[in-house]
């Protein structure tokens, strides 16, 4: 069979993309791996105001989303400093910077909204994959099965055996940690408000959904003593830091995560794209995983789009060019400013916390770079310029 696009993820990012291209009217075959263990997760993500319009635009009936909290603040602080250390982002007046939502409830909306889309067609893989290239097609044959061919390959899995090294460089560090998510509950004292604190084991989040119902995130080293804790200590650990300006909170569950870094010095080969995290696989200090993921697919079908509108086939590599062009910086930047981020606030280091906390200080007072930061935080300047 023929299509536009061939798709090889199962992840939301591929799911995101799917959806996307199939919105426009292009054929799309999606590959899942049923290799990779589908479970329930107590996960979250923040979702820019950016990404949640643009998820509204491609997906049908996405209201359950407004069942979740708009985050309107967000209040960053350095851990056993003084109260000039806090620093606060805020969305202008009558808007916010995004939501923040169960990876499972968007994980439900996609799988429902990829089955009912006739211009997705979905295949799963199980054992193997295999793909060719030539100037003007891709060919995908999974489990020794009739080849499939497609214009243009899309990448999301983490299979870098599909990949010419050659062609697509990897930077790989290896950040040795480990992130607990915690889901909590409590009576909030202030509400649509999230909270990172930069404790000198690893940046502590606090990331409200609903009411009463939050997750926690703390990225702390491999040998950090909190990852021992029993759930009564640990408890009792986050309210030391939460409980004066949220109140007192209920762990409900506990899961551990390994944080991995990646970052793709290309975005394409001959007729092949990446996307997600085999893109960009960064820390979760800023939240910004899967938004970057959604830039990287908006733009992509923007310049899909005005090259295909003008007589150029799908697999142009001058749309593969500027697709990349455009969107280093911004990955680039996300990457490894939350790699230096990490690794700065939560030094123990005496003078590194003070210099940080002077940076926050001298932040606080510019409304101008504030402002820059919200705008880059919530996705709108990229939106806005598609």
């Known amino acids: 069979m023929n299509y536009d696009f061939i798709i090889y993820g199962g992840g939301m990012s591929s799911q995101i993309a799917a959806l996307a291209l199939a919105k426009d009217n292009f054929k799309v075959c999606l590959i899942e791996n049923s290799t990779i263990k589908k479970s329930d997760t107590n996960l979250v993500t923040f979702l820019s105001q950016g990404s949640v319009n643009y998820l509204h635009s491609i997906i049908d009936d996405a209201a359950v989303f407004k069942e979740f909290l708009d985050i309107k603040k967000i209040t960053c602080d350095m851990a056993n ?43 799963v893989k199980s054992k193997s994959i295999q793909k060719k290239t030539s100037s003007n097609k ?3 044959a999974i489990d020794g099965q009739e080849e499939i061919f497609a214009s243009v390959f899309i990448l999301s899995a983490n299979d870098q055996t599909l990949l010419d090294h050659e062609k697509i460089k990897f930077i790989y560090h ?5 992130a607990l998510s915690m889901n909590v509950t409590g009576e909030f004292k202030k509400q649509n408000h999230a909270f990172q604190i930069f404790t000198t084991s690893g940046p502590l989040a606090f990331l409200p959904y609903s009411d009463d119902k939050a997750s926690i995130v703390w990225s702390l080293k491999n040998n950090s003593k909190e990852l ?12 030391s830091y939460f409980e004066k300006e949220i109140g007192t909170l209920k762990i409900e ?3 551990t995560h390994k944080l991995k870094f990646n970052f793709a010095k290309k975005l394409y080969e001959k007729n092949t794209v990446i996307i997600g995290n085999i893109a960009h696989n960064i820390h979760p200090i800023a939240g910004q995983g899967l938004n970057l993921s959604i ?15 003008i007589g150029y086939e799908l697999h142009n590599q001058m749309a593969f060019r500027e697709f990349d062009q455009l969107r280093k910086v911004d990955n680039a930047t996300y990457s490894f400013g ?6 700065f606030l939560a030094s ?20 101008f770079a504030k402002q820059k930061i919200v705008n880059n935080a919530t996705g709108m300047e990229h939106f806005k310029s598609l």
Do not use: C, W
């Open 174 to 178: 290896d950040l040795d940690q480990t």
């Open 253 to 255: 569950n506990i899961e």
């Open 228 to 239: 021992q804790y029993e759930k009564k200590y640990l408890e009792s650990k986050v309210n």
């Open 138 to 140: 891709v060919s995908i």
């Open 338 to 343: 939350t790699l230096a981020l990490d690794k």
């Open 81 to 123: 400093t003084n109260k000039n250390s806090s620093i606060t982002f805020d969305s202008e007046p009558n808007s916010v910077m995004g939501k923040i939502l169960p990876n499972k409830i968007i994980k439900e909306k996609l799988d429902l909204n990829i089955k009912k889309n006739k211009n997705v067609h979905t295949l």
């Open 348 to 367: 123990k280091n005496n003078l590194a916390r003070l210099i940080a906390n002077t940076g926050f200080k001298i932040l606080k007072k510019n409304k």
């Open 295 to 309: 830039k990287d697919i908006s733009l992509f079908l923007e310049i899909i789009t005005k090259y295909t509108s």
